[in-house]
């Protein structure tokens, strides 16, 4: 059960009286699931504390392989996520996340509105990767329907796609 004690301004004003109330007989108590002196408010660090810091700090050295990981991160956040699995991802059956599953009208809307935003810029590189791109058009004999590059299609063949009807 939770219990508002006082309300702030601000969120700093609410970190520093939170590190007058948890104190080390607070912790103590099994009432609470603080585990250090100041709470969440200790993170605000003090001028003492900093130099308590720098001197127990002073003369430790580093690997130049730690000194190397801390620079390539200084600055990024860490990743909590899970290492990549091995496996290919299920797409289809009951193994799949979404199987039995429905997403909701309103996530639908967020789905769409997203892909909406999207801009796809055609390079020259993209439009090779697509058949389209390569010139490929449909052509059908009245019968079956294939893809040639245009002006390459048999004489048989005209232009268009031979659809089969739902019966």
């Known amino acids: 059960m939770r219990e508002i004690l006082e309300t ?4 700093e004003q609410a970190f520093l009286r939170e590190s007058e109330i948890v104190t ?12 250090c002196p100041g709470g969440l408010g200790s993170s605000i660090k003090t001028e003492d504390f900093k130099n ?8 430790r050295t580093f690997s130049q392989e730690t000194k190397d990981k801390i620079s390539k991160n200084n600055g990024m956040k860490k990743s909590w996520t899970k290492k990549p699995s091995t496996k290919p991802p299920v797409l289809f059956g009951k193994d799949n996340g979404m199987y039995g599953k429905k997403h909701t009208t309103e ?3 967020l789905m769409s ?12 590189e993209l439009r090779k990767s697509y ?8 052509y059908n004999n009245g019968i079956t329907s294939k893809r040639f590059i245009e002006g390459t299609q048999p004489p048989e063949y005209k232009m268009g796609r031979k659809v089969k009807a739902l019966k």
Request: without cysteine; hydrophobic residues 30%.
């Open 107 to 109: 996530t639908l809307l």
């Open 8 to 11: 702030f301004e601000t969120r």
């Open 24 to 35: 080390e007989e607070f912790i103590k108590s099994d009432m609470n699931y603080n585990m």
């Open 52 to 59: 308590k810091v720098s001197e127990k700090l002073k003369g």
């Open 113 to 124: 509105d997203a892909r909406k935003k999207v801009q796809i810029e055609y390079t020259e």
């Open 131 to 138: 058949g389209w791109s390569q010139g490929l058009k449909w």
